[in-house]
């Protein structure tokens, strides 16, 4: 997992991840100043709760759009 988030280059992309890996992997999303075009998350109900480490760090990764599915 570490060495494909490390290989992000360029701008773009789409997102598709866990709550999991968005929680332990928050910088390395934002590596190089990237900006994905969509990040894709299930379980909508997850991040209902802004006071959550789940929701805060889904607001700090860098994209243009959200898509939350429930």
Sequence with gaps: RNAHLK????EGGICL????L????TEELNKGDHMWDYVIL???HKIKNRATEAA???????????LILS
């Design 7 to 10: 290989s992000l280059k360029g």
């Design 17 to 20: 991840t866990t709550y999991g």
């Design 22 to 25: 968005i929680v332990s992997a």
């Design 42 to 44: 299930d379980e909508g």
């Design 56 to 66: 805060k760090c889904i607001r700090i990764v860098n994209t243009k759009r959200r």
